[in-house]
T-cell receptor, first 114, second 113 residues
């Protein structure tokens, strides 16, 4: 069984400030971890993923995330927020051996203030 | 990558009626997935649809309420039957191995009145 907890349903940052969205997971097997972004009235778009190998993962639009096994975390960061980053962000986990099951966190709505 | 088209993009329906949502993919895929995103909540997997076999439903979802068709490798439909206001949600179609890279449609925003 696996689960995802996203701390903070709403996060506000100023334009140019650091973005930090928190994600903790639990998984009984080695996890695959994902961040998705959902812009208004659109589907989900993959930002980045961790499967194996390097624990610091770089994604699109300047985002990155670090897999920390000891902390069971996969926090998403971006050094400098842009107005276009305003969206809902979902962390998700999948068991490495399962092509079927993807479990999502509750989502974090990011607001970027001018 | 895969491009997924969902129809309709949104609808307002009367309670007690049914709505069929279509999902078209631009390439052949083995597995297609249907998710529900209730207002202010995360995505929940409804079922997995494989071509040529019955859909596999997750706990809490039943075929009578959410019948699924998968007539070929590029198309699937999800029907929301006998709708109530509690069925108001975004319904999303997804393809691809979920543990490596899942692709999502833009979703169908359903409001039941």
């Amino acid at each position: 069984a696996q689960s995802v907890t996203q701390l903070g349903s709403h996060v506000s940052v100023s334009e140019g400030a650091l973005v930090l969205l928190r994600c903790n997971y639990s998984s009984s097997v080695p996890p695959y971890l994902f961040w998705y972004v959902q812009y208004p009235n659109q589907g989900l778009q993959l930002l980045l993923k961790y499967t194996t190998g390097a624990t610091l993962v770089k994604g699109i639009n300047g985002f990155e995330a670090e897999f920390k096994k000891s902390e069971t975390s996969f926090h998403l960061t971006k050094p400098s927020a842009h107005m276009s980053d305003a969206a809902e962000y979902f962390c998700a986990v999948s068991a490495s051996g399962s092509a079927r099951q993807l479990t999502f966190g509750s989502g974090t709505q990011l607001t970027v203030l001018p | 990558s895969a491009v997924i088209s969902q129809k309709p993009s949104r609808d307002i329906c009367q309670r007690g009626t049914s709505l069929t949502i279509q999902c078209q993919v631009d390439s052949q895929v083995t597995m297609m997935f249907w998710y529900r995103q209730q207002p202010g909540q995360s995505l929940t997997l409804i079922a997995t649809a494989n071509q040529g076999s019955e859909a596999t439903y997750e706990s809490g979802f039943v075929i009578d309420k959410f019948p699924i068709s998968r007539p070929n490798l590029t198309f699937s439909t999800l029907t929301v039957s006998n709708m109530s206001p509690e069925d108001s949600s975004i319904y999303l179609c997804s393809v691809g191995p979920q543990n490596t890279e899942a692709f999502f449609g833009q979703g169908t925003r359903l409001t039941v009145v």
